[in-house]
């Protein structure tokens, strides 16, 4: 076990490289503006564009940038530097992980415990009017674009803009510290948004492979040994079905950290998915560059992380 | 699948298309788009309205989408910056909000007197306006001499330095160290000793941030810093209002978080004495980001905030249908124009251009950009307000045909294909025409309507809609790119002086390889020596007449193709008396606007 987390270590630290090259290739194959005309602004001089390209050692080859830039991050967690926000890219990162963080975990929490309750009563209700109902609504949340539905939400349900005024609206967001009540008032809406397709699609999953798992034979011996029906499905059904939900999850978190750009977006949360908009929008490929980096450690740790679980989850995998 | 199930199932989502579809057909029968007819209500302009008479005390706030560039008086160069840098700092002259034609004294403390035949401009100061904490001592010529200085730094990189204070003696070679051209013989007087008769140039100049005094004993240190710290962490204030800091000045993550919101409060050491802001507002609370949608409906259905960037399409609809009072169209001071390649390929052909500019229908361009509420169709490149417009035809324009059919005249446009040698009134060469614009907004639509006059003209056309920053940077704003023509290039002028619309954009000379601003390499020999001669005349009423001359000569070259003058739509809340600052594209001006 302990040899093939070392393995995966390696390969997840070859496979950052690899990630980490292929973003700086494109920082120099998109078609995007010079980072130091940007820096310098309409109607500088050449003179003054020449100097930012050195301060900022623009002027070297592509492969000595290159290895600035590798050498930067891993050395010194130095991800360049923002044109637009005139800031190192790993302090606004960093600056941003909370809002990501907040949202992101909430929703999962949100999602897990309401998306798996009803995947598992959808299919112990197989083909009843409660199953058909649960599933046709979760197919119209994992039908509709979450933009839409944050818009839906906030002119339905926010204190400022909504029908109803019921939840803090957008722009409302303040960190945990600064005022833990406002702080999980105003993520409330965010929360339910983010968690509703989500939420959908792993009631389907559930359904899906709690159906395929209750026909298997063992289950049928746990029920002829007199079990009670919760038990079976708690713990011997459910057992044998979390494997690809832990999967999913693992990855669905960790790209969610990345960012979630449209709920950000839409309820002005000053996350890392904002950020990351905000920079497209202001070509500022550095910052482009460090969350996408960002995104890559946290997927590839989550990877890490799923198998590990595995092991743990479902007594036949085993690691050599 | 049974036979009579298939049938079912195949009539079923038959009628589920026909449903969406003639859903689709009600849907598109019933958009509208925003504001564009004729009729529309005469919206309010912001012109000539009352400045004063305003509630003191309260809270604003302010919805913006968008962050800041530059905090910092030398870099900054944008609008969203300018409404902090105006409020918290004071130039040596201000448009006052209403008027974007007559620069008043700020920092100043009367007009600037130009001497020695427009090569010497000397300015006194106010004796007792003083800086924020910590520094809070009187401001002095000095910080005025090192702010200027300082834009020639590299770590400061003033966007502007070159074309407005490059007269100044020693400007040409400065790296941030004094400028032997600025001399200050005592603390309330200032001194500019030009290479060239430009003195008005450079008193228009002073209305920008770069003349805003900085304090040299606690900026230096910040400037030689790669880049600049000061105004990015740190920074002291001279107006009625100042970033939210600590003891030491710092504003960064207190009274500024970037990405997330800015807080303006009272400067302490403010003296309304010296300021002719009223200053009504206790604090200016600006919440960056979200959805501009979303933020648009905030302001119109809440209270005591305005929205800072341009509101969406519907936002405008609702605003001009249901919250009337709440919606303001300030021209815009600026314009937008089609670019053409002067200097390669087809378009040096004058006819060729001529042709094209006929064609074109620009009414739909501005149609297509959102109709009368942002603007109207541009007839030449002076912009309403600005000193020659008149002159150069005012609204109407310098009657030539071209200019005449602001709808496009596919035959007058023919006319000039046959004098441009192409008998058949069509473009019969082998020249694939490379047409670069912007992916955001209407960006795509606006490229279509110039490949159309392009089309129609006979040319083939490869079009690229690429993101606003790289159509500039890596496209049209690149000589070696070779781009023929770029339909959605924009420019804001810096002040009301009409050199400032036109020199950057049309001087030959000014064109360099990578951001170029010159866009369409417009480099006549005859309007280059206009442009030389205009900039040298002494006196308002004759620099605006040289400088309409000018307009005049490049729409008779059709050098480019003006479009649409801007105006810009701005909402607030029903209990905000908003005071929009025309010299800047009608942003907020948060030193006159106060809570009803």
Same mark, same amino acid.
């Given at each position: 076990m302990t040899s093939y987390i070392v393995r995966r270590l390696l390969w997840g630290v070859l496979l950052l490289i690899m990630v980490i090259f292929v973003t700086f290739l494109v920082y120099f194959l998109?078609?995007?503006?010079?980072p130091a005309i940007l820096r310098a !602004? *309409?109607?500088?001089s050449p003179s003054v564009i020449a100097a930012i390209r050195r301060d900022l050692g623009l002027n070297h080859s592509i492969i000595v940038q290159f290895w600035n830039y590798l050498t930067g991050i891993v050395f010194h967690l130095n991800f360049g530097y923002s044109y637009y926000y005139n800031d190192p890219v790993g302090g606004l990162i960093l600056n941003r992980l909370p809002a990501t963080l907040s949202l992101t975990v909430g929703a999962a929490i949100l999602w897990v415990i309401v998306g798996i309750p009803i995947g598992i009563i959808s299919a112990i209700k197989r083909r009843t009017f409660l199953d058909r109902a649960s599933m046709g609504i979760a197919l119209v949340f994992v039908s509709a674009p979450v933009f839409w539905l944050g818009l839906i939400a906030l002119f339905l349900?926010?204190?400022?803009? !909504? *029908?109803?005024?019921v939840f803090l609206g957008s722009g409302s967001y303040v960190g945990l510290t600064t005022n833990p009540w406002r702080w999980f008032q105003s993520l409330i809406l965010p929360w339910m948004v983010l968690s509703a397709t989500q939420c959908a699609i792993y009631a389907r999953l559930v359904r899906g492979s709690l159906l395929q798992v209750m026909g298997e034979d063992y289950i049928r011996t746990a029920r002829a040994k007199g079990l009670p029906e919760r038990t079976v499905i708690l713990k011997h059904g459910m057992r044998s079905a979390v494997g690809p939900l832990v999967t999913v999850l693992g990855l669905d978190i960790a790209s969610l950290l990345g960012g979630a750009i449209l709920t950000e977006t839409v309820f002005s949360i000053p996350g890392i998915g904002r950020l990351q908009i905000d920079a497209i929008g202001h070509g500022d490929l550095t910052i482009i560059q460090g969350t996408v980096v960002i995104a890559a450690i946290f997927i590839i740790i989550a990877n890490i992380l799923v198998d590990i679980a595995y092991a743990f989850l479902d007594p036949r995998v085993r690691y050599e | 699948m049974s036979t009579p199930i298939r049938r079912r199932a195949i009539v079923a989502v038959g009628a589920m298309l026909a449903i969406a579809a003639a859903w689709f057909a009600f849907a598109a029968s019933q958009s509208t788009s925003?504001?564009?007819?004729?009729?529309?209500k005469p919206a309010?302009?912001?012109?000539?309205?009352?400045?004063?008479?305003g509630k003191k005390g309260g809270t604003l706030t302010v919805y913006d989408s968008e962050d800041f560039l530059h905090l910092d008086p030398g870099e900054s160069y944008f609008v969203l910056d300018y409404e902090v840098m105006f409020a918290t700092q004071m130039p040596l002259f201000e448009y006052k909000p209403?008027?974007?034609t007559t620069l008043s004294p700020m920092l100043a403390s009367g007009p600037a007197v130009i001497s020695n035949g427009g090569k010497t401009v000397t300015v006194h100061i106010k004796p007792n306006v003083h800086f924020s904490p910590p520094v809070n001592r009187a401001v002095t010529t000095a910080d005025v001499a090192y702010a200027i200085e300082r834009g020639a730094n590299p770590n400061v990189a003033n966007p502007y330095f070159a074309p407005y204070?490059?007269?100044?003696?020693?400007?040409?070679?400065?790296?941030g160290g004094p400028i032997s051209g600025i001399v200050t013989p005592n603390s309330t007087t200032i001194i500019f000793h030009l290479t060239a008769p430009t003195a008005d140039l450079l008193v228009n100049a002073l209305?920008?941030?770069?003349?805003m005094p900085v304090p040299k004993s606690y900026a230096a240190p910040l400037d030689a810093k790669k880049p600049t710290q000061y105004g990015t962490s740190q920074e002291v204030f001279t107006g009625p209002?100042?970033?939210?800091?600590d003891a030491t000045g710092k504003?960064?993550?207190?009274?500024y978080n970037p990405g997330k919101n800015a807080i303006l409060v009272r400067?302490?050491?403010?003296?309304?004495?010296?300021?002719?802001?009223?200053?009504?507002?206790n604090q200016i609370n600006i919440n960056i980001g979200g959805s501009s949608e979303v933020i648009g409906q905030q302001v119109l259905k809440g209270s005591d905030s305005v929205q800072n960037d341009t509101p969406t399409n519907t936002n405008v609809e609702l605003a001009y249908t249901s919250y009337y009072n709440q919606l303001v169209a300030v021209p815009g001071s600026g314009d937008h124009y089609v670019a053409l390649n002067?200097?390669?390929?087809?378009?040096?052909?004058v006819n060729v251009r001529r042709a094209l500019y006929a064609a074109l229908d620009r009414a739909e361009m501005v149609k297509v950009a959102g109709g009368t509420i942002v603007g109207q169709v541009a007839t030449?490149?002076?912009?309403?307000?600005?000193?020659?417009y008149a002159q150069s035809?005012?609204?109407?324009?310098?009657?030539v045909p071209w200019n005449e059919h602001p709808s496009g005249d596919l035959a007058l446009a023919q006319s000039y294909m046959k004098a441009a040698g192409y008998p058949s009134g069509k473009y019969t060469g082998s020249q694939v025409i490379k047409l670069v614009g912007s992916n955001n907004g209407n960006g795509p639509e606006q490229s279509a309507i110039l490949k159309n006059a392009f089309t129609a003209l006979g040319f083939n056309v490869h079009v690229a809609n690429v993101d606003q920053s790289a159509m500039y940077?890596?496209?049209?704003?690149?000589?070696?790119?070779?781009?023929?023509?770029?339909p959605e290039v924009g420019w804001q002028r810096d002040?009301?002086?009409?050199q400032s619309i036109l020199y950057v954009p049309f001087?030959?000379?000014?064109?360099?390889?990578?951001?170029?601003?010159n866009w369409g390499q417009v480099n006549d020999p005859a309007i280059n020596a206009a442009m030389v001669k205009a900039a040298d005349t002494v006196g308002s009423a004759a620099s605006a007449a040289a400088w309409a001359k000018v307009d005049d000569m490049l729409v008779q070259q059709a050098v480019a193709i003006p479009w649409i003058f801007d105006t810009q739509p701005n909402i607030e809340s029903a209990n905000v008396r908003g005071i929009n600052a025309l010299w800047n594209?009608?942003?907020?001006d948060y030193a006159f606007t106060s809570l009803k």
């Amino acid at each position: 076990m302990t040899s093939y987390i070392v393995r995966r270590l390696l390969w997840g630290v070859l496979l950052l490289i690899m990630v980490i090259f292929v973003t700086f290739l494109v920082y120099f194959l998109l078609p995007s503006t010079d980072p130091a005309i940007l820096r310098a !602004g *309409r109607d500088a001089s050449p003179s003054v564009i020449a100097a930012i390209r050195r301060d900022l050692g623009l002027n070297h080859s592509i492969i000595v940038q290159f290895w600035n830039y590798l050498t930067g991050i891993v050395f010194h967690l130095n991800f360049g530097y923002s044109y637009y926000y005139n800031d190192p890219v790993g302090g606004l990162i960093l600056n941003r992980l909370p809002a990501t963080l907040s949202l992101t975990v909430g929703a999962a929490i949100l999602w897990v415990i309401v998306g798996i309750p009803i995947g598992i009563i959808s299919a112990i209700k197989r083909r009843t009017f409660l199953d058909r109902a649960s599933m046709g609504i979760a197919l119209v949340f994992v039908s509709a674009p979450v933009f839409w539905l944050g818009l839906i939400a906030l002119f339905l349900l926010a204190n400022d803009i !909504g *029908r109803f005024h019921v939840f803090l609206g957008s722009g409302s967001y303040v960190g945990l510290t600064t005022n833990p009540w406002r702080w999980f008032q105003s993520l409330i809406l965010p929360w339910m948004v983010l968690s509703a397709t989500q939420c959908a699609i792993y009631a389907r999953l559930v359904r899906g492979s709690l159906l395929q798992v209750m026909g298997e034979d063992y289950i049928r011996t746990a029920r002829a040994k007199g079990l009670p029906e919760r038990t079976v499905i708690l713990k011997h059904g459910m057992r044998s079905a979390v494997g690809p939900l832990v999967t999913v999850l693992g990855l669905d978190i960790a790209s969610l950290l990345g960012g979630a750009i449209l709920t950000e977006t839409v309820f002005s949360i000053p996350g890392i998915g904002r950020l990351q908009i905000d920079a497209i929008g202001h070509g500022d490929l550095t910052i482009i560059q460090g969350t996408v980096v960002i995104a890559a450690i946290f997927i590839i740790i989550a990877n890490i992380l799923v198998d590990i679980a595995y092991a743990f989850l479902d007594p036949r995998v085993r690691y050599e | 699948m049974s036979t009579p199930i298939r049938r079912r199932a195949i009539v079923a989502v038959g009628a589920m298309l026909a449903i969406a579809a003639a859903w689709f057909a009600f849907a598109a029968s019933q958009s509208t788009s925003t504001a564009t007819g004729a009729s529309l209500k005469p919206a309010l302009t912001g012109a000539g309205e009352n400045l004063y008479n305003g509630k003191k005390g309260g809270t604003l706030t302010v919805y913006d989408s968008e962050d800041f560039l530059h905090l910092d008086p030398g870099e900054s160069y944008f609008v969203l910056d300018y409404e902090v840098m105006f409020a918290t700092q004071m130039p040596l002259f201000e448009y006052k909000p209403n008027n974007s034609t007559t620069l008043s004294p700020m920092l100043a403390s009367g007009p600037a007197v130009i001497s020695n035949g427009g090569k010497t401009v000397t300015v006194h100061i106010k004796p007792n306006v003083h800086f924020s904490p910590p520094v809070n001592r009187a401001v002095t010529t000095a910080d005025v001499a090192y702010a200027i200085e300082r834009g020639a730094n590299p770590n400061v990189a003033n966007p502007y330095f070159a074309p407005y204070f490059g007269d100044i003696v020693g400007a040409a070679k400065a790296t941030g160290g004094p400028i032997s051209g600025i001399v200050t013989p005592n603390s309330t007087t200032i001194i500019f000793h030009l290479t060239a008769p430009t003195a008005d140039l450079l008193v228009n100049a002073l209305s920008l941030p770069l003349s805003m005094p900085v304090p040299k004993s606690y900026a230096a240190p910040l400037d030689a810093k790669k880049p600049t710290q000061y105004g990015t962490s740190q920074e002291v204030f001279t107006g009625p209002y100042m970033l939210k800091s600590d003891a030491t000045g710092k504003f960064l993550g207190i009274g500024y978080n970037p990405g997330k919101n800015a807080i303006l409060v009272r400067n302490p050491n403010w003296n309304p004495s010296t300021d002719w802001q009223p200053a009504y507002l206790n604090q200016i609370n600006i919440n960056i980001g979200g959805s501009s949608e979303v933020i648009g409906q905030q302001v119109l259905k809440g209270s005591d905030s305005v929205q800072n960037d341009t509101p969406t399409n519907t936002n405008v609809e609702l605003a001009y249908t249901s919250y009337y009072n709440q919606l303001v169209a300030v021209p815009g001071s600026g314009d937008h124009y089609v670019a053409l390649n002067n200097a390669h390929g087809i378009l040096k052909n004058v006819n060729v251009r001529r042709a094209l500019y006929a064609a074109l229908d620009r009414a739909e361009m501005v149609k297509v950009a959102g109709g009368t509420i942002v603007g109207q169709v541009a007839t030449h490149f002076i912009t309403p307000g600005a000193a020659g417009y008149a002159q150069s035809g005012g609204d109407a324009g310098p009657k030539v045909p071209w200019n005449e059919h602001p709808s496009g005249d596919l035959a007058l446009a023919q006319s000039y294909m046959k004098a441009a040698g192409y008998p058949s009134g069509k473009y019969t060469g082998s020249q694939v025409i490379k047409l670069v614009g912007s992916n955001n907004g209407n960006g795509p639509e606006q490229s279509a309507i110039l490949k159309n006059a392009f089309t129609a003209l006979g040319f083939n056309v490869h079009v690229a809609n690429v993101d606003q920053s790289a159509m500039y940077g890596k496209y049209c704003g690149v000589v070696a790119a070779e781009i023929d023509a770029c339909p959605e290039v924009g420019w804001q002028r810096d002040f009301a002086d009409p050199q400032s619309i036109l020199y950057v954009p049309f001087y030959g000379p000014a064109i360099v390889p990578t951001n170029n601003s010159n866009w369409g390499q417009v480099n006549d020999p005859a309007i280059n020596a206009a442009m030389v001669k205009a900039a040298d005349t002494v006196g308002s009423a004759a620099s605006a007449a040289a400088w309409a001359k000018v307009d005049d000569m490049l729409v008779q070259q059709a050098v480019a193709i003006p479009w649409i003058f801007d105006t810009q739509p701005n909402i607030e809340s029903a209990n905000v008396r908003g005071i929009n600052a025309l010299w800047n594209v009608g942003s907020w001006d948060y030193a006159f606007t106060s809570l009803k």
